[in-house]
Each structure stands twice: as C-alpha cells, then as structure tokens.
C-alpha cells in the first residue's frame, strides 16, 4: 500500500470512523473494567469494538490483506458482510436492553431476543453458504456489490446482507424515534438518543445507495459511483454519529457530575478561607486525591471549625441580621446566608478577643443545623461584601434602638 494513500478520499472514510469507534471504546473502556458486573456497559463495549472491526476489515489495504493472507479472492465479502450484520442484531439487542432495562425478563423481550438472535445468526451462516457456492474469482476491492450484482449466489449474498442491514437499521431507528418521544429522559440520554436516531438514518442513506447502484446493474445501468463514492463517506458520518450517541449520556453525565463537584468545590472557597482563620489549619493536599474527595474534605473541615465556633455565635445578632437583610429587600433565600456571615464574623472577633479558649466551657445552645447544611450559600454570600456591610450596620443599629431608653 502506497502511505500517501493513507490519506485520500478512498481510505479516510474507513480509517476516520475506525478511530473515531476506538476513541469512543477507550473513553469506556476504564467504566467497563471498573463496573465489568454491568451487562449494559459490556455490551455498549463489545458494541463498540464490532463496529470498529467493520471499519478496519472493510478497508481496502485491509481486504486486500484478508484475501492474501487466506488464498482465497475476495475472502473479505463474506467477512465483511457477517461483521456488519452482527453488529446490526448486536445494535437491536443493546437497544432493546437499554430502553427496558437488562434485566427485563418478560416473555415480550425474550422472544424479541430470541428472535432477533437466530435470524442474524441463520443470515451469517447463509452468508457463508451462498459464497462458498458463488464464483468469484476476480478481487474487487471496492465495487464487488456491483460487479457481482449478475453473478449467481454472491448477487443473493449481497441482496441479503443488505436486507437485512435495511431491516436492523429501520427497527432500530423506530424504536430509538419512540424513546425519544417518552417523557423524563435525561437531557444527556436525551441527547445521544438523537444522534444515535441520526446515525441509523443515514445508514439508511447508506443502503438506498448501495441498492440502488446494485438494481441498475440488474437493469443494464451503471450507477457504481452511489456505492464506491457515496456510501463510504455517508457509512463514516453514521458510525462517528452512532459513536457518538452511545458514549455521550454516560460521558456526559461523568463530566456533569465532575463539574458540579469542581465548582462545589470551588464556591467553598470563600468560607474555608475564613474559617482557617479559626483553626489555624488547613485541608491536607494530595494530587491524586479525585475531586469528590477534595470536596468532601473541604466541606468536613468547614463544618468542623463551625462547631468549634459555635459557643461563640450571638443568635440575637444572627436574628437581627436576618431582619435587618429582609428590610433590605432581600429575598429570604439570601437573607438568611447574609445574616449567618454576619454572625460567623462576629463569633470570629469575639473569639479572638477571649483571653483563653476554655475547651471545657460549656457549648452554647445554638443551633446551627442550619447553617453547616447551608455552608455553600454561606461562602457565596461572603463575595457580597457591600451587601454584607449594610446588613451589619442596619443590625446594629437595630440593637441600639433596642437599647436606648
């Protein structure tokens, strides 16, 4: 094989969605080792590889290898042909699991399985039957759906495969067409189930084409460039489509759970600054530490150095804080954080201003239940500094009122 060929239009629309499938596969794979119980997530993987076996079989370099290495000329139709209706059932299957749920067992679902087994597997072997009774001595690396279109067998075998790839594809879009249209799917799932709707519609492009260059054969014709021009790039933009859709619900909801914890994580970060100001320490840092743990050991050491602090909380200014926010206009949603800075800040000076901390004194009767579960409110609402300052003050004078005469 020449490399510089590597890269042209007749093998990029094989090599392209081989890696594209191989990418998808390696951003799985560590799910798969790590939940290998899951039946779901190995048959997305075992999916996965079937589709990228197709890519690389049925590439030219790749046929012409095939046949090389066996002895036998276009040894890879047969090959080829069984690997695309495999991962057709194979499709069937994993979509009909995912949508009940795989652990399914009703007589619906085992008969729908069962039947969708032995006709791929019956089909597989005819494939095999139909060409070892064929003649078809000359290689054809890319037209052999249409030079063979006349030829006795190989034009039943390639009838056949198309059938049933036409059939696969159909069901398969219906049924992924009917679960999107059902309420309360997540947005990511949501999402996949659209391109994965996309990408069996365009194997369906994919057939229509390849059918239709092999019927002009039949009728005296020539229309061979709808299946070695055409449906090679339309079979490249469904796998990549299809790729796609199966990885993105569960990569998407990682990096959405990944995210939320990173910005968790992150809005803490006022609090946790202040309250080090309590202990003197700080949360231990390790870089292979995963973000849950990061935030699960800022969130501890801020709820333990608010217990520390709780003796020292003024529940009166807490009260009046929260009045003096309410009066500001502010919501009670974000009344009530404002006024637990406050009182945070005030608990901080008042220790401070201790001459000892009598770790034997006796807890106050606070209850802040309230605010260890509202910490990450707590820390956005210390970025308000002015909003911060004015409830303060309007608290403070409240007190005063209060006292005066």
Same mark, same amino acid.
């Given at each position: 094989?020449?490399?510089?060929?590597?890269?042209?239009?007749?093998?990029?629309?094989?090599?392209?969605?081989?890696?594209?499938?191989?990418?998808?596969?390696?951003?799985?794979?560590?799910?798969?080792?790590?939940?290998?119980?899951?039946?779901?997530?190995?048959?997305?993987?075992?999916?996965?590889?079937?589709?990228?076996?197709?890519?690389?079989?049925?590439?030219?370099?790749?046929?012409?290898?095939?046949?090389?290495?066996?002895?036998?000329?276009?040894?890879?139709?047969?090959?080829?042909?069984?690997?695309?209706?495999?991962?057709?059932?194979?499709?069937?299957?994993?979509?009909?699991?995912?949508?009940?749920?795989?652990?399914?067992?009703?007589?619906?679902?085992?008969?729908?399985?069962?039947?969708?087994?032995?006709?791929?597997?019956?089909?597989?072997?005819?494939?095999?039957?139909?060409?070892?009774?064929?003649?078809?001595?000359?290689?054809?690396?890319?037209? %052999?759906d249409?030079?063979y279109a006349?030829?006795?067998?190989?034009?039943e075998?390639?009838? !056949? @495969? $198309? &059938?049933?790839? #036409? =059939?696969?594809?159909?069901?398969?879009?219906?049924?992924?067409?009917?679960?999107?249209?059902?309420?309360?799917?997540?947005?990511?799932?949501?999402?996949?189930?659209?391109?994965?709707?996309?990408?069996?519609?365009?194997?369906?492009?994919?057939?229509?084409?390849?059918?239709?260059?092999?019927?002009?054969?039949?009728?005296?014709?020539?229309?061979?460039?709808?299946?070695?021009?055409?449906?090679?790039?339309?079979?490249c933009?469904?796998?990549?489509?299809?790729?796609?859709?199966?990885?993105?619900?569960?990569?998407?909801?990682? %990096?959405?759970?990944?995210?939320?914890?990173?910005?968790?994580?992150?809005?803490?970060?006022? !609090? @946790? $600054? &202040?309250?080090? #100001? =309590?202990?003197?320490?700080?949360?231990?840092?390790?870089?292979?530490?995963?973000?849950e743990?990061?935030?699960t050991?800022?969130?501890?050491?801020?709820?333990?150095?608010?217990?520390?602090?709780?003796?020292?909380?003024?529940?009166?200014?807490?009260?009046?804080?929260?009045?003096?926010?309410?009066?500001?206009?502010r919501?009670?949603?974000?009344?009530?954080?404002l006024?637990?800075?406050?009182?945070?800040?005030?608990?901080?000076?008042?220790?401070?201003?201790?001459?000892e901390?009598?770790?034997?004194?006796?807890?106050?009767?606070?209850?802040?239940?309230?605010?260890?579960?509202?910490?990450?409110?707590?820390?956005?609402? !210390?970025?308000?500094?002015?909003?911060?300052?004015?409830?303060?003050?309007?608290?403070?004078?409240?007190?005063?009122?209060?006292?005066?005469?």
């Amino acid at each position: 094989m020449n490399p510089s060929r590597f890269f042209d239009g007749l093998y990029i629309s094989f090599w392209i969605p081989a890696a594209v499938l191989t990418a998808a596969l390696a951003i799985k794979l560590p799910s798969i080792i790590k939940l290998w119980k899951d039946p779901l997530l190995r048959a997305v993987g075992g999916l996965l590889l079937l589709a990228c076996g197709v890519f690389v079989f049925a590439a030219p370099p790749t046929i012409v290898w095939t046949n090389r290495v066996t002895g036998v000329p276009n040894f890879s139709a047969p090959l080829v042909y069984s690997l695309i209706t495999a991962f057709c059932g194979s499709c069937l299957l994993l979509i009909t699991a995912w949508r009940n749920g795989i652990s399914d067992r009703s007589r619906t679902t085992r008969r729908a399985t069962a039947w969708v087994v032995s006709v791929y597997s019956g089909v597989i072997v005819a494939l095999w039957v139909l060409f070892a009774l064929a003649d078809a001595p000359v290689e054809r690396v890319r037209d %052999l759906d249409t030079y063979y279109a006349n030829t006795a067998f190989m034009r039943e075998e390639i009838v !056949l @495969y $198309l &059938l049933a790839h #036409t =059939v696969a594809c159909l069901i398969t879009y219906r049924l992924i067409r009917n679960w999107i249209r059902t309420d309360g799917l997540d947005v990511w799932l949501r999402s996949g189930l659209k391109f994965l709707g996309v990408g069996y519609a365009m194997n369906l492009v994919y057939d229509a084409s390849k059918t239709a260059a092999v019927v002009a054969r039949w009728t005296g014709h020539d229309l061979d460039w709808l299946s070695t021009a055409l449906s090679p790039p339309v079979a490249c933009l469904a796998a990549i489509l299809i790729a796609v859709g199966f990885v993105l619900p569960h990569a998407g909801q990682y %990096l959405q759970r990944r995210a939320r914890t990173r910005l968790g994580h992150w809005r803490l970060r006022s !609090l @946790y $600054l &202040l309250t080090r #100001t =309590v202990t003197g320490g700080r949360v231990p840092f390790k870089l292979r530490a995963t973000p849950e743990l990061r935030l699960t050991r800022r969130e501890t050491f801020i709820r333990d150095a608010l217990l520390h602090l709780a003796r020292y909380i003024d529940e009166d200014l807490e009260r009046r804080a929260y009045d003096a926010a309410l009066s500001l206009g502010r919501e009670p949603a974000r009344a009530r954080p404002l006024a637990h800075v406050v009182a945070i800040q005030d608990a901080i000076e008042t220790k401070r201003r201790s001459r000892e901390d009598d770790a034997d004194a006796p807890l106050a009767s606070t209850d802040i239940e309230d605010l260890l579960e509202g910490i990450e409110a707590v820390s956005r609402a !210390l970025r308000h500094t002015d909003d911060i300052k004015a409830v303060r003050e309007r608290a403070a004078a409240a007190a005063e009122s209060v006292a005066a005469p």
